[in-house]
């Protein structure tokens, strides 16, 4: 049973799964931000997946408690948008930022907003026990829009058309739900699952090479096996702020070579989390047509494990 004041609630999790159509689902789009749950009660407060409170990094959404009209956890996705399309790497430089005078600069030029998909205590009560359809209901009843404090629309049972028109909008895909699913807190659930447009994972930045004018070229990525650390993958981003975060890392975490890892290159610490999204696999386990997407300070590195 969660209470108002808990704020090591871990969010309901997903398993994947290809599209299929079902009276008993409905579907919503997956927005390409990061998992947050919002407590709102005279004043918002903003906690991530690893309960940082990070409501200071998104002082645009500082007043969403006005648009509630009972005190509540909401849980849903930060998203900032790119050429109007929800996009990770623009919500990352806006999430990593420290100093309270870049965070003002760039909440005027970088809006985030946060989409509400879901209720799990309401006044002085846990729902979570409720099903989804009538979570629904009451996160409607007691949530007012404003523009940055947004309720996820869905459809009901037309899971295949919703994914397809997801893809050609260039979507990250569509997120199934069982309308009778309870909130599992923490627990990753055959109710809800997530239909992706391409595959996706988390990895630890383990090292870097660089290039001919001692910039970073690629990124050395590792996942752990059980205890070990092992070299997962390789990959190029082009992105200047992540060379920076990375190197600003290094510049004080620097370390000998990590033990299964034969490439040459500088080694850090095992403590930076990012998210690289691919077409496939090849039995070799290389991704293929791989793409950074971006940093991830939601995530410990302890749950970026090698797949099986």
Request: charged share 30%; aromatic share 12%; net charge positive.
């Amino acid at each position: 049973m969660i209470t108002f004041y808990d704020k090591n609630i871990v969010p309901m999790k997903l398993n994947r799964c290809a599209p299929f159509d079902s009276d008993d689902y409905i579907f919503e789009v997956k927005f390409d931000g990061a998992r947050c749950l919002a407590y709102l009660n005279g004043k918002t407060q903003l906690i991530n997946k690893r309960f940082k409170d990070v409501t200071s990094v998104y002082p645009e959404l500082s007043q969403m408690h006005k648009c509630a009209k009972e005190r509540c956890i909401i849980d849903g996705e930060l998203v900032a948008f790119k050429d109007g399309v929800p996009d990770f790497a623009t919500l990352m430089k806006r999430s990593l930022l420290t100093d309270s005078f870049k965070i003002a600069i760039r909440s005027k030029k970088i809006i985030v907003h946060f989409a509400a998909f879901d209720i799990l205590f309401i006044k002085d009560e846990d729902i979570t026990r409720l099903p989804l359809l009538k979570r629904k209901k009451i996160l409607q009843e007691n949530i007012q829009e404003d523009g940055l404090l947004t309720l996820t629309r869905y459809i009901r049972g037309s899971g295949i058309k919703y994914f397809e028109l997801a893809k050609s909008k260039k979507l990250e895909g569509v997120i199934a739900k069982h309308i009778d699913s309870e909130y599992q807190a923490g627990k990753r659930s055959d109710y809800w699952f997530k239909i992706k447009n391409m595959e996706d994972e988390d990895f630890i930045i383990c090292g870097f090479t660089l290039d001919e004018e001692g910039g970073i070229k690629y990124l050395l990525l590792g996942q752990y096996d059980g205890d070990e650390l092992f070299h997962t993958a390789t990959v190029y981003t082009p992105k200047k702020f992540v060379h920076k975060a990375v190197l600003e890392f290094a510049a004080n975490n620097t370390m000998p070579r990590h033990k299964n890892f034969s490439k040459e290159g500088i080694y850090i610490k095992p403590q930076i989390v990012c998210n690289v999204e691919y077409m496939a696999k090849t039995k070799s386990g290389a991704m293929r047509q791989s793409i950074f997407k971006g940093l991830k300070d939601d995530v410990n590195p302890l749950e970026c494990i090698v797949k099986k």
